[in-house]
Structures are given as C-alpha cells and as structure tokens.
C-alpha cells in the first residue's frame, strides 16, 4: 500500500533514561514515553537506563545513531546544572546539526507550566546520520511536555503545515 498523507508512518524508537537514582522498575518517565510512542503507533525499539556519565552516555547513544533500524531517540535526565548533568555534552558532539527551535519552545511551553524555573532546562534536539534525536529533562512531566506537546506531533506524519517525518528522506542528500 503506498503512503498517503493520512497513513501514518511508525518510527522505530529507542528511549534511553540517564538517573542515579532511579532502576527500571520506579523509571517513571522512561515508562510514560515508552507507552505514549507506542501509543501513537510507534515502536519501541530499544529502551535502556544508565547512571549520569557521559561517556557510557554517548556509547549508547552512538551505537543507537548507527543502527538503521533506529529511527529516533529520545533520552531523558541529565539535562539541568548539576555537576553530573552531562546528557548535552555527551549528545552535542554526536549530532551533524542541531535543532535550535526544539530547546527554545520547549523552554517557552515549560515557562507556561514552571515558571522561570524553565530556565534551568538543557533540553536539546538535532540530527545524527539521518536519526533525530531528543535530549528531555527527567521528570515525568517534563516528558509529558515534550512529548505531548512538541515530539507527538512532529513524529506524526499527517501533521501540518509540515513535520519532521516528512524530512527523512532527504537528511541524507549531499550539498555537491
């Protein structure tokens, strides 16, 4: 069956959640993203959690953008001020481009909810070998924001005036 506008696309998407203090079984927020993208009729590709340190970070992050059959990857803590916050230094050198605009709203849509507290939110978004990935604060609200409220609708297909879906299969067209 060929793809209309109104055929959704399923993504395939890993989740990864970065906490100290949190196990599998009281990740709260890696269970609410895991049932709202299957929810929306994605898959659940891969979902792991990791103690704050960068480098385990970006190794699994990496092996993630390598996989082809990983279409998106969302993580979730790591992104405040603390001296163990490193999800944006870990993921930053990983993306070929950025997506400014994701941190920007998602901080103006936090402001709405928290208030100025917004402000200490490194949350963050971009590109890596044609995966898009998506670098949330840990709590389940802040997850519920993301997803809900930006995420959602950019991995849906039918969205318009466009979405990101609509992009894929261009990210890998050279400039020559």
Same mark, same amino acid.
């Given at each position: 069956?060929?793809?209309?506008?109104?055929?959704?696309?399923? /993504? &395939? @998407?890993a989740v990864l959640t970065v906490?100290?203090?949190?196990?599998?079984?009281?990740?709260? #927020?890696?269970?609410?993203?895991?049932?709202?993208?299957?929810?929306?009729?994605?898959?659940?590709?891969?979902?792991?959690? +990791?103690?704050?340190?960068?480098?385990?970070? $970006?190794?699994?992050? &990496?092996?993630? @953008?390598?996989?082809?059959?990983?279409?998106?990857?969302?993580?979730?803590?790591?992104?405040?001020?603390?001296?163990?916050?490193?999800?944006?230094?870990?993921?930053?050198? +990983?993306?070929?481009?950025?997506?400014?605009?994701?941190?920007?709203?998602? $901080?103006?849509?936090?402001?709405?909810?928290?208030?100025?507290?917004?402000?200490?939110?490194?949350? +963050?978004?971009g590109i890596a070998n044609a #995966?898009?990935?998506? %670098? /949330?604060?840990?709590?389940?609200?802040? %997850?519920?924001?993301?997803?809900?409220?930006? @995420?959602?609708?950019? /991995?849906?297909?039918?969205? $318009?005036? %466009?979405?990101?879906v609509e992009l894929r299969p $261009? /990210?890998?067209?050279? &400039? %020559?």
């Open positions: 069956m060929t793809k209309t506008a109104n055929t959704p696309v399923s /993504l &395939a @998407i906490s100290d203090s949190r196990s599998l079984d009281t990740d709260t #927020s890696g269970d609410y993203l895991a049932q709202a993208l299957t929810g929306a009729g994605h898959r659940l590709a891969q979902r792991q959690l +990791l103690p704050d340190d960068r480098y385990r970070l $970006r190794a699994v992050v &990496a092996g993630w @953008i390598a996989d082809p059959n990983i279409d998106v990857i969302i993580t979730t803590g790591g992104t405040g001020f603390t001296g163990r916050d490193s999800t944006p230094e870990a993921i930053e050198p +990983l993306l070929d481009r950025t997506i400014p605009g994701f941190g920007e709203v998602f $901080r103006a849509i936090s402001f709405d909810e928290i208030g100025t507290s917004s402000l200490q939110s490194r949350a +963050l978004a #995966s898009f990935v998506f %670098c /949330l604060p840990g709590s389940t609200s802040a %997850c519920r924001t993301g997803w809900e409220k930006i @995420i959602a609708a950019q /991995l849906d297909s039918r969205t $318009r005036p %466009c979405n990101l $261009r /990210l890998r067209e050279s &400039a %020559c």
